[in-house]
């Protein structure tokens, strides 16, 4: 390998090593600013060897596993199970859990995101207001294709101190899950009996 593959391959593990440490700083997970505010850091702005999502998603999971061992395993089992328990609340819904905290790299800014299904967004305004349940009200960019983005309506509110949001998918929408912006493949997503597999898992981890 050439001394300029190895310059180059080093420059994007140290810039991915930044992002990750900028996410955590801030408790984002925007990769896109992550990055380039790690490039401006190490004063490499101009740089052609940008780190993918990916890169930054392993970087980070290797420093919550060195440097957050005694904190960030517990707290995303704490957030697995507060989604467990709003994903039994909304079983009507057939929701699946998507994101950091499916992946593993949740921490104590991460946001439990549940994927739903409902005939109407009525049907789930409904059934908040009638459980109690105060909320607020926004929308959610996906893409499903290379060229196709769609707004979707999104309910977040908060459940023992976790806040949760909740993207409906129309019964009549795509049935194939978005994209991740991760790597643009399907997004992983988990229904009830994954995530109590999962959960089960944490429990015999020695780390969890």
Partial sequence: MSNRNIKAQQMRLRLAQEAA?????????DYYAAKHKAAL?????????????TEIESALQEYQ????????PAELRRL??????????FRDFRPRLVGSVLRGTADEHSVVTLHVIASAVEDLNLFLLQSQIPFEIGEKRVRFQAEL??????????????PIEMVIF?????????????????????DIRALEKLLQEDLSSPEL
């Fill in 149 to 162: 983005m769609q707004s979707l309506p999104v309910y977040r509110f908060v459940a023992d101190d976790v």
């Fill in 80 to 89: 697995r199970r507060a989604a467990l328990q709003a994903m039994r609340f």
């Fill in 41 to 53: 850091h190490l004063g490499a702005a101009d740089t052609r060897n940008m780190p993918s999502n």
């Fill in 65 to 72: 596993r060195i440097f957050r061992a005694d904190v960030q």
């Fill in 170 to 190: 129309p019964e009549d929408g795509p049935r194939q899950p978005p994209l991740s912006p991760l790597d643009s493949k399907p997004m992983q997503r988990a």
């Fill in 21 to 29: 440490q900028i996410l955590l700083q801030n408790g984002s997970r």
